[in-house]
């Protein structure tokens, strides 16, 4: 038995964590926005707690060609890159619910965000330029930030934030342990009108959640 604050608030979680999972049926959870805003890492800890599969779209697309991102890239440019990610999400969308993190361009094709619409719930995971430079510099491998990582990264958030806004739920990426972020995440699915589990009135479908530190 727990007993306490800590202990209820554990309770609650998981209660509207199976309810989620309950509403969204065949939909997946697909997790948008840039590199560094932890995607990958919220998403490998919410899979579970949804009882579903995590699946990584940047990992799906190197096992298909059969290349690494930064070698699809250099070898046949963002273009063709950009086309297998396209096709590689669309697969994916159709294989039932997961939890799916995507890459930071993934979203800004219009065809990859009406797939996510028709087949997921969108979740932004929004976060501020420091904490995206300081964790994209610790790797090597994101081929858009090889050089002028913070130029870069001010033009690419200026471009994409407009419309990474349009997706379905907004969660605040700080510099927080990932299971909070995780637990925010699981809220805002639970009270979105787009889930049968929602006990808000008709509105707005957009959900954000948390605030930026």
């Known amino acids: ?43 490998r800890r919410l899979a579970p707690r949804l009882d579903l599969p995590f699946v990584d779209a940047d990992e799906q697309i190197e096992r298909a060609a059969g290349q690494t991102i930064t070698e699809i890239f250099a070898d046949h440019g963002e273009a063709y890159f950009r086309e297998g990610e396209r096709k590689v999400i669309a697969r994916l969308l159709s294989q ?70 349009t997706a379905d739920i907004t969660v605040e990426s700080r510099d927080v342990p990932h299971d909070t972020i995780v637990n925010e995440v699981i809220e805002a699915l639970a009270h979105s009108p787009l889930l049968a589990c929602s006990t808000d009135p008709p509105g707005d479908p957009a959900v954000t959640v948390g605030e930026t530190s």
Do not use: H
């Open 96 to 165: 039932g619910p997961q939890v799916l993190a995507t890459g930071g361009g993934a979203f800004m094709i219009a065809e990859t965000r009406e797939n996510i619409r028709r087949s997921g719930i969108s979740v932004w995971l929004k976060a501020e330029m420091p904490l995206l430079l300081r964790r994209v510099l610790k790797r090597d491998t994101r081929p858009l930030l090889q050089n002028d990582p913070e130029g870069v990264m001010q033009r690419l958030m200026a471009a994409r934030y407009p419309v990474y806004a």
């Open 1 to 43: 038995m727990r007993f306490g604050q800590a202990g209820k608030k554990e309770e609650l979680i998981a209660e509207m964590a199976r309810a989620v999972r309950t509403a969204l049926g065949s939909r997946s959870i697909v997790l948008v926005g840039m590199p560094g805003c932890g995607k990958s890492a919220v998403g």
